[in-house]
């Protein structure tokens, strides 16, 4: 894979120990990895204490029928009772479980007692819509508190759910509701997005033309825009939910009873449902949250910056952080909605302690500028966090300085929505942060760097991330198409899980992640990463964004064609820009990492999740008709880039 005398990143060697208050007061100590390296399982089965079971379980994992995982192997519990139930039992009632706050500012706090309240209301609705236990529900919602309380109700009465971003089309809602076989759906008229009602029920209904399994579509009214209706199937929200008893008697499921499936994209057009179950995922996501986040549930105010569509929301915004008895922020908004300083508003508002968010919204900030959020009181926050792709140096340095104030410790986590919960990441009272790096396996999560023959590779070597043993919020299967969950994750190095990501360890030991492997390009057989001549870029000060692919070339294999944003800053640098970023490649990494092209752009191709799409560059990059766009967050970017780069021919 990558040479490391190529490499840019392993010549990090910024490291930032912990605050000295934090560490003394940290939940986890180095004891932990001690802990759960003498005996991974009972440490795992000592965790598990964080749960209330029903019924105990009576072994800890029963990995007999690998790959096939069972947790917890015995015991029973209901997530929604340990997420709500059990805190008001224990008094906690009263403690806010949700600041929501609206885009257009109005705000809410709610209660752990008022969840309950209305956890149990949509559990009775549901069960008067017939919703039994295993049925499936799909949610196709805007980030509003009716959300977490329809996950909750369908987790409440084994009814597995699967959540669908809102931003998706009639075809994706289409194919995942015949997928996953779902009778019900829960969806809203519309969300508000920058300042305007956006539709979200014709886009539901349009794809029910498909669907005639679907008994049922319960409607929330949020924005109150004219919607057309079905009498047969539709119905509000409001009318069936607030009629309904604020009290349910939960009933105790295995703890391999699914709990959700998500849909992810793969390297085939369909999507596969990753499958979740109980009782594992459970214990998986209360123990990091409370790790890594470093979590003092009675004190903090924590907010996860994503959507809940995600598997980030589901493990971060609502099963981790309630499962805790957390008080989060919940925001319905954009960054940039009525203005620039709106997360560094929220956090000023409610004195937000931990941030956890995305590497592409800070460079976002990062182009907006660093005098935008030094407008706000951020002395709240004690900790941030970063997920979904590597975070260069660049922009680590960046989010320390300008919204840590130098002085909170940066976590950044290493997982995927196959994994349940955060595998990677440094310990915040603990580890000595490097930027760049997301450093080593959490305590009981054991992860190696395998070389194209599944040997692990050496301190300083590179290859592929692998997960040697399972752990407990590990996906159990793909819905209904066990040979691909088989063939996928456990084929290509038999017996340990493929992350499908290319991982480098440094000398220390340290793993940097580099991005997917099919995003690995080979430049006249020097393998390089995009993520490493991306980070080059963006250590560049004219630079806010870069991404880059490998075109493919005659001569040398691949060709390095990188696509960059100025900040404002640089705009007008014409041809000396791209000479200067050219130059500056070859000496952050040497002269075969120079890009061929930079082109310079006015927007990058993302999808709704912030993930650039490389391989729509890689069609222009590659002169040709850029293939499907459909699952861009905004379609107009491709035919921007590409008059962009008509007009300065
Ligand atoms: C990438 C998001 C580097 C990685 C929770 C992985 C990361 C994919 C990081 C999963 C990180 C996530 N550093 N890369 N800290 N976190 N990734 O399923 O390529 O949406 O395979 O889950 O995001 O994305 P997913």
New binding site residues.
Partial sequence: MVEPELSNLSHETRTFAPPPELAANANLTAQAYADAKEDRIGFWGKQAERISWAEPFTEVLDWSDAPHSKWFVGGKLNAAYNCVDRHVEAGLGDRVAYHFEAENGESEDITYADLLGRVCQAANALIELGVKTGDRVAIYMPMIPETVVAMLACARLGAPHTVIFAGYSSQAIQDRVQDCGVEVVITADGANRKGKPSALKPTVDKAMENCPAVRKVLVVCRTGQEVAWNDERDLWWHDLVSKQPTTHKCEFFDAEHPLYVMY?SGTTGKPKGVLHTTGGYMVGVSYTHWAVFDLKADKDVYWTAADIG???GHSYIVYGPLANATTSVMYEGTPDTPHQGRWWEIIQKYKVTILYCAPTAIRMFMKWGEQIPAKFDLSSLRLIG??????NPEAYMWYRKNIGNDRCPVV???????NGMILISPLPGVTAGKPGS?MTPLPGVVAAVYDEAGKPVDKGGAGYLVVTEPWPAMLRSLWGDDDRYKNTYWSRFPGVYF???GAKLDEDGDFW?L??VDDVMNVSGHRLSTTEIESALVSHPAVAEAAVVGAADALTGQSIEAFVILRESAHGGGEDVVKQLRDHVADQIGAIAKPRSIMVVPDLPKTR?GKIMRRLLKDIAEKREPGDSTTLADSSVMDLIQANLAGAK
Avoid: F, K, N, Y
């Fill in positions: 992810s995600w598997v980030t970063s997920v979904g792709e590597p975070i950044d986590t290493w997982w995927q929505t196959e997301a992350s499908g990501d992640l991005g997917r999740s």
